[in-house]
């Protein structure tokens, strides 16, 4: 079974520039997350979908990232425009996320974002 | 607000010694999951483990969800294990998942 796919691995912009990551989820998993960590810290919670609808973005930036998961599968975080203390590794997880508790969850190998 | 703890923050063991790591939690869980982050960054899972007690080759976890807590051992540490472990709970409050700050694992050769 393919794991969660994400791209790029890596990426180096200017601060101010723009930057967009992609993932895709385990097959049939129906939540998926973004998650951000920064060096020596554990991942936080950018935002969770739930198909195509947003559970939590509670801690989303909003003013510059926006993420979105149009048909349910595949999803695209955005960072416009990048600040240097957005330097970090942007995670995707997905979990089945049937009715009831979240489930177990499967990460991507990150994409690693610094900003200059 | 809601925390989840670990401890101890870093253990440096010589290869071949057993640890413990401890997952505290302030708040109820639907489950608890435990990483490793490897070298490159990706995190794998050990255990998805919401109450008892697990055991997979020299790693094992134990979560007693009554009391909050969860523990990681590792038996026989080779300089593979080396890393950052997490925990990650699952609340029930808001059905959020929400992780450690982790516990960085050094073992020497």
């Known amino acids: 079974e393919a794991g969660v796919a994400q791209s790029p691995r890596y990426k180096i912009i200017e601060k101010r520039q723009s930057v967009a990551f992609w993932c895709n989820p385990i097959?049939?998993?129906?939540?998926l997350y973004w998650y951000q960590q920064i060096l020596g810290q554990g991942p936080k919670l950018l935002i969770q979908?739930?198909?195509?609808?947003?559970?939590?973005d509670s801690q989303l930036p909003k003013d510059r990232f926006s993420a979105e998961r149009l048909k349910g599968v595949d999803s695209t975080l955005k960072i416009q425009p990048a600040k240097l203390e957005d330097s970090a590794v942007y995670l995707c997880?997905?979990?089945?996320?049937?009715?009831?508790?979240?489930?177990?969850?499967?990460f991507g190998e990150g994409s690693r974002l610094t900003v200059l | 607000g809601i925390q989840v703890e670990q401890s101890p923050p870093d253990l440096i063991l010589q290869e071949g010694a057993n640890s413990t790591l401890r997952c505290n939690f302030s708040?109820?869980?639907?489950?608890l999951q435990w990483f490793h982050q490897n070298p490159w960054g990706q995190l794998i899972n050990l255990f998805y483990?919401?109450?008892g007690t697990k055991q997979n080759g020299r790693l094992s976890a134990t979560t007693v969800a009554t009391e909050r807590y969860s523990l990681l051992y590792i038996s026989s540490s080779q300089t593979t294990d080396s890393g950052v472990y997490f925990c990650?709970?699952?609340?029930?409050?808001?059905?959020?998942?929400?992780f450690g700050k982790g516990t960085r694992l050094h073992i020497l050769p």
């Open positions: 097959s049939g998993h129906a939540t």
């Open positions: 708040d109820s869980v639907n489950n």
């Open positions: 990650a709970a699952d609340l029930v409050r808001d059905d959020k998942i929400i």
């Open positions: 997880a997905s979990s089945l996320g049937l009715a009831g508790p979240t489930g177990e969850l499967f």
């Open positions: 979908f739930q198909n195509n609808g947003v559970v939590d």
């Open positions: 483990i919401p109450s």
